[in-house]
C-alpha cells in the first residue's frame, strides 16, 4: 500500500484540512474535471497578486520586471516539462477548450484550404468535436473519423484509407476522459507523417498521469490544461512545432502582439508572442508554472505507483459488484478513469446519492456523447482518482456502493 505516502502528499493540499472540520466525508473521486490545488501553486499566485502585482513586458519598474520574469518562467518549465525544443513553442492559452478553438481557426486560415479532410476519433471531447464540425462548415472541410469497439480501443484496420489525400489532419486525444483508454499516440504520429499528415494531440487527461515527451512522439501541436494538472483554472498550453507555429497566422488581436501600428495596417511580433494579445493570465501562469514544480517534485515514479494502487482498488470493486454495475472501457492500456452504469438507477440519482455520503463522483455524458450513445445510453457515472486518493476513499466508496444498491433496492 502507498497510504503512508499519499498521507504526506495530502498535507500538501489545503482543502483536506479544511474538509476535516466539516460535518459529513470528503472524498474526490472527481480529478478528471479538475484537479486539486496543492499549497504551492495557491502561494504562488498569492505572492504575485500581494507582493508584485503589475501588467508584463510593457513597464519598466520592479513590479513589472518581476512579473515579466516569473510569466516567462513559467513558459520555460513547460517546455522543459513536455520535452519541447524551446520555449518559443509554448502559448499560453486559456485552457485546452481555447487551445483547440484558437489552433483550429489558425489552422484553417495558415495551413488547411477548402476541400481538406480532418480526422477525429468518435472518442474525442466535446470541445475538440463541435469545434471541428464548425470548422468544416466555415472553411468547407471534410470531417471522418475513427471509430472504437466495445473495450474503448481505437479501431485502427482503415487508418491507412482514412489518412490518405486529401486528408491534412488527424486531431485526437492521447486519453478519454470517459473511459479512460490510452492512444497509441506515437504509432499514429507516424502513420500521420508516412502520409503527410500533421497530427495534434488533446493532453488535458493525459498531461498529469502520464511523462509528455512531444519530440519523442513526434506530434506536431498539443493542448492541455493547467487545472487538469494541479495548477489553476483559467489556463492552458498550446505547443506546436515552432517551424509549424511560424505558418501560422495570429487568431486573436490587441496589444502585446503589435511590433508596429498604422491606421490602416500592422506588423505583429515575432514567436509565441503574437499569439498572446492583451494582458495574459499572469497569476494562472505563474501558478501553473508552481504546478509543474509539484509534480516534477513528486516524480513519475511515485505517481505512478499510486495509479497503479488506484487501478488495482478499483478494479477489486467493480469485481465484486459486476452483477450490478457495468464497467465501460476495457483496454489493457488505460489510466485510472472508470466510467460505469447501474441500469437500474439513473446516473444524476447515484451522483446524488454519493454527494449525500460524501463522495465527488462525475454524472452525465462527460461532454462525449458519441460514446454514451455508442453503449446505448444517455449518462454515465465517473470516478476519477489521482495522488490523493487513499485505500481508505476507496473502501468508503465500496461500502456506500453497497449501501446505494441496497436503497434502491437492486440489491437485497
Given at each position: 500500500?502507498c ?5 504526506e502528499?495530502?498535507?500538501?493540499f489545503?482543502i483536506?484540512?479544511?474538509q476535516?472540520?466539516?460535518k459529513t466525508?470528503?472524498?474526490y473521486f472527481?480529478h478528471?474535471a479538475?484537479?486539486?490545488k ?12 500581494s507582493?508584485?502585482?503589475?501588467n ?6 520592479q513590479?513589472?520586471y518581476?512579473?515579466?520574469s516569473?510569466y516567462e ?6 517546455a522543459?516539462?513536455?520535452n519541447?525544443?524551446s520555449?518559443?513553442e509554448i502559448?499560453f492559452?486559456?485552457?485546452t477548450?481555447?487551445?483547440?478553438n ?10 488547411l484550404?477548402?476541400g481538406?479532410r480532418?480526422i477525429?476519433?468518435?472518442?474525442e ?6 469545434c471541428w464540425?464548425a470548422?468544416?462548415q466555415?472553411?468547407?472541410?471534410q470531417l ?10 481505437l479501431?485502427?484496420?482503415?487508418l491507412?484509407?482514412l489518412?490518405?489525400?486529401p486528408?491534412k489532419?488527424?486531431s485526437?486525444?492521447?486519453v478519454s476522459?470517459?473511459l479512460?483508454?490510452?492512444n497509441p ?5 507516424k502513420?500521420?507523417h508516412e502520409?503527410?499528415?500533421?497530427i495534434?494531440v488533446d493532453?488535458a487527461?493525459s498531461?498529469?498521469h ?7 512522439d513526434d506530434?506536431?501541436?498539443?493542448a492541455f ?5 494541479f495548477?489553476?483554472t483559467?489556463?492552458g498550453?498550446?505547443w506546436?512545432?515552432?517551424e509549424?507555429?511560424k505558418?501560422l497566422p495570429?487568431f ?6 503589435i511590433r508596429e501600428v498604422?491606421?490602416?495596417t500592422?506588423?505583429f511580433?515575432?514567436g ?6 492583451g494582458?495574459p493570465p499572469?497569476?494562472e501562469?505563474?501558478g501553473l ?6 509534480v516534477?517534485?513528486?516524480g513519475w ?12 482498488l478499483?478494479d477489486e ?5 459486476v452483477?450490478y454495475?457495468?464497467l465501460?472501457g476495457h483496454?489493457?492500456h488505460?489510466i485510472?478513469?472508470?466510467?460505469w452504469?447501474?441500469?437500474q438507477i439513473?446516473?444524476h ?7 449525500e455520503?460524501?463522495?465527488?463522483i462525475r454524472?452525465g455524458h462527460q461532454c462525449?456523447?458519441p460514446?454514451?450513445?455508442h453503449?446505448?445510453l444517455?449518462s454515465?457515472s465517473?470516478?476519477?482518482?489521482s ?6 476513499d ?6 456506500k ?10 440489491k437485497?
Amino acid at each position: 500500500m502507498c497510504d503512508a505516502l499519499i498521507k504526506e502528499i495530502r498535507q500538501e493540499f489545503p482543502i483536506f484540512e479544511y474538509q476535516s472540520s466539516q460535518k459529513t466525508p470528503f472524498i474526490y473521486f472527481d480529478h478528471a474535471a479538475t484537479a486539486l490545488k496543492p499549497r504551492c501553486v495557491i502561494e504562488a499566485m498569492t505572492d504575485y497578486y500581494s507582493k508584485y502585482t503589475a501588467n508584463i513586458h510593457r513597464g519598466v519598474h520592479q513590479g513589472s520586471y518581476k512579473a515579466s520574469s516569473e510569466y516567462e518562467n513559467a513558459r520555460k518549465k513547460i517546455a522543459k516539462f513536455i520535452n519541447a525544443k524551446s520555449d518559443q513553442e509554448i502559448i499560453f492559452t486559456s485552457g485546452t477548450t481555447a487551445s483547440i478553438n484558437h489552433f483550429a481557426r489558425s489552422l484553417c486560415q495558415g495551413i488547411l484550404h477548402k476541400g481538406d479532410r480532418v480526422i477525429l476519433s468518435t472518442m474525442e471531447h466535446h470541445s475538440s468535436l463541435v469545434c471541428w464540425q464548425a470548422m468544416a462548415q466555415e472553411y468547407d472541410l471534410q470531417l471522418e473519423f475513427i471509430d472504437f469497439d466495445d473495450n474503448g480501443e481505437l479501431d485502427l484496420s482503415n487508418l491507412n484509407t482514412l489518412l490518405a489525400s486529401p486528408t491534412k489532419l488527424l486531431s485526437v486525444l492521447s486519453v478519454s476522459n470517459t473511459l479512460g483508454t490510452v492512444n497509441p499516440i506515437r504509432d499514429l504520429a507516424k502513420k500521420c507523417h508516412e502520409k503527410g499528415v500533421h497530427i495534434f494531440v488533446d493532453m488535458a487527461q493525459s498531461v498529469a498521469h502520464l511523462p509528455t515527451d512531444v519530440q519523442a512522439d513526434d506530434i506536431d501541436f498539443a493542448a492541455f490544461s493547467g487545472h487538469k494538472i494541479f495548477g489553476p483554472t483559467g489556463i492552458g498550453v498550446f505547443w506546436g512545432k515552432e517551424e509549424l507555429i511560424k505558418k501560422l497566422p495570429p487568431f486573436f488581436y490587441g496589444g502585446g502582439m503589435i511590433r508596429e501600428v498604422e491606421l490602416n495596417t500592422c506588423a505583429f511580433l515575432e514567436g509565441v508572442h503574437r499569439f498572446e494579445a492583451g494582458t495574459p493570465p499572469i497569476a494562472e501562469a505563474i501558478g501553473l508554472g508552481a504546478a509543474i514544480d509539484f509534480v516534477q517534485n513528486l516524480g513519475w515514479d511515485t505517481m505512478n505507483k499510486i495509479t497503479a494502487q488506484n487501478m488495482r482498488l478499483a478494479d477489486e470493486i467493480f469485481s465484486q459488484y459486476v452483477d450490478y454495475v457495468i464497467l465501460y472501457g476495457h483496454s489493457k492500456h488505460k489510466i485510472d478513469i472508470f466510467s460505469w452504469s447501474i441500469p437500474q438507477i439513473h446516473a444524476h440519482d447515484i451522483g446524488s446519492f454519493m454527494a449525500e455520503m460524501g463522495i465527488a463522483i462525475r454524472s452525465g455524458h462527460q461532454c462525449t456523447q458519441p460514446i454514451t450513445r455508442h453503449f446505448h445510453l444517455s449518462s454515465l457515472s465517473r470516478i476519477s482518482s489521482s495522488v490523493y486518493n487513499l485505500s481508505d476513499d476507496w473502501q468508503y466508496f465500496a461500502q456506500k456502493l453497497d449501501e446505494m444498491l441496497r436503497f434502491f433496492r437492486v440489491k437485497q
